[in-house]
């Protein structure tokens, strides 16, 4: 029995080293020496793919700067005469005694030698008897859209008077009023056409004192069409070359973007909206709008409240936030200025030919208003007749030479005709410098935005050369680094040779 118990002690004991051997010779074929090449193949495949996608991710960022870059192109179709334009601002009802396109029509050959392009006649429509300002109205209250005010002419005098403009080299736009008509508009008779209060009651454009005109309704899908209708009206019919359009921020973007798609089919157009806050208006409607920040803050630097650090923020934010293609229309003066605001000699005082040069060499297209060439220095009346002074043009020869200097140098023209701006850094606040660029053409600005005499130092770097100045017609050298005695409100243009 002993016998038989130690020969199964034996006999287990080698079952169990057998499992034992196996079991290592297991564990030793599972740990293989280590191969370098394999792991060195392994972290370039991992290498591969981080670079692959990081190559992934840097094609994705382009194509999202790629995308954000067009987002800011506009797609508004720009008028090859508009790139050097100078636009001018037509008051009818003051220009002369008479107030009529007839006599308005003497003062063409005048204009044509001052340089103005574009001439932006104020609205020619009938004007509403019905709840009128004062006795001639606001011009802005239309009786009708598709006639014209009998106290300026007939439709046959301005079709003339269109076609003589056309004839001498002149661009014509019309201002529209889209927003609202006037209380006697036969449109009224389509109370659907217009924005009620809870009574159903049409109203006047809220938030406003425009008591003189009701609020059209842009909901109305008739309104817009009869809106259309009337001003294809002007194009097909009279050759009008665009519109201002009046409180354009007023109106549906899409309503804006549909006018001007179906008026390029007649002719190619030219759009300036009196907007600023509504940049989409640039992208698929209008071409210009209203630079009125830098007009405010012109206002503010004449009174000492801003300085010429404000001037080139504004500036380098327009060149940032405006699509590319667009810019803002600038002035000194215009309509509404001259009249609610006071003349340019009211607010700007010894800084009016220094911001009026402003205005023609920063990215923009400017403006001269109705009787600014002849120094105009009274508040022109807005609801009566007040006829503007032309004996004395002593204003004529100055915007004349502005023109000229815009005309001459491709820098200086108007949207991608022209070029950026690039602020020059000055020691003193009150000095700005900038230059511009357009292929060969190069111009430089130095201004003593203030009433005092200063010295300040200015770094031009690359924009160091030989340059002739404009209005002295003498030979100019910048250096790298320069500094310049200045006096009160002193402009230096330079024009490179």
Not at 124 to 152: A, D, M, W
Not at 173 to 195: F, M, R, S
Not at 309 to 326: D, R, S
Not at 398 to 427: H, T, V
């Amino acid at each position: 029995m002993q016998s038989t118990m130690e020969g199964l002690i034996i006999y287990m004991k080698r079952i169990f080293s057998i499992i034992m051997i196996a079991l290592l010779c297991a564990n030793v074929s599972a740990c293989k020496p280590f191969d370098s090449s394999k792991a060195s193949t392994s972290e370039d495949s991992v290498h591969e793919e981080q670079a692959e996608e990081k190559k992934v991710k840097d094609n994705e960022e382009a194509d999202s700067a790629k995308e954000e870059k067009e987002q800011r192109l506009s797609k508004v179709n720009v008028p090859k005469w508009s790139e050097d334009a100078v636009i001018y601002e037509v008051n009818i009802r003051q220009y002369t005694k008479e107030g009529t396109f007839k006599a308005f029509e003497e003062h063409l050959p005048r204009l044509k030698e001052l340089g103005v392009d574009i001439l932006w006649f104020m609205p020619i429509h009938p004007i509403s008897e019905k709840n009128r300002k004062g006795t001639l109205g606001s011009y802005y209250s239309v009786q009708n859209y598709k006639e014209v005010n009998p106290e300026f002419g007939t439709m046959e005098e301005f079709k003339e008077l269109v076609d003589k403009c056309h004839e001498m080299g002149f661009k014509v736009l019309l201002d529209w009023v889209a927003n609202h008509t006037g209380w006697d508009n036969p449109w009224i008779e389509n109370k659907d056409w217009y924005v009620q209060n809870t009574k159903g009651e049409i109203i006047h454009p809220p938030g406003t004192d425009w008591t003189d005109v009701a609020q059209l309704n842009y909901a109305n899908q008739e309104m817009r069409s009869a809106m259309l209708d009337a001003m294809k009206f002007w194009v097909k019919e009279v050759d009008v070359d665009g519109y201002r359009a009046d409180y354009a921020g007023g109106v549906p973007d899409d309503f804006w973007e549909q006018a001007r798609n179906e008026l390029d089919t007649i002719k190619s157009v030219y759009m300036l909206a009196e907007d600023e806050g509504n940049l989409n208006l640039l992208y698929k409607a209008f071409n210009a709008n209203y630079g009125w920040e830098l007009h405010h803050i012109m206002n503010k630097v004449a009174n000492g409240q801003n300085n010429a650090k404000h001037v080139a923020i504004n500036l380098q934010k327009t060149q940032e936030i405006y699509p590319k293609g667009t810019y803002p229309m600038n002035f000194t003066s215009n309509h509404d200025e001259n009249s609610w605001s006071g003349t340019e000699y009211e607010r700007l005082g010894d800084a009016v030919e220094t911001m009026a040069v402003l205005t023609f060499t920063v990215p923009g297209i400017p403006l001269i208003y109705s009787g600014q060439e002849a120094g105009l220095n009274k508040r022109l009346e807005f609801f009566e007749k007040d006829e503007i002074d032309w004996s004395n043009l002593e204003m004529q020869e100055f915007y004349r030479k502005l023109i000229d200097l815009k005309k001459e140098n491709p820098a200086l023209w108007n949207g991608d005709a022209g070029g950026e701006i690039q602020i020059l850094e000055s020691q003193d606040n009150s000095v700005l410098a900038f230059a511009r660029e357009k292929g060969d053409s190069r111009v430089v600005v130095i201004m003593n935005l203030s009433a005092s005499a200063i010295t300040s130092s200015i770094e031009f770097g690359d924009v160091a050369g030989d340059y002739e100045s404009y209005f002295s017609e003498k030979s100019f050298m910048i250096e790298k680094s320069q500094s310049f005695d200045l006096s009160p409100w002193e402009y230096i243009v330079l024009i490179s040779k």
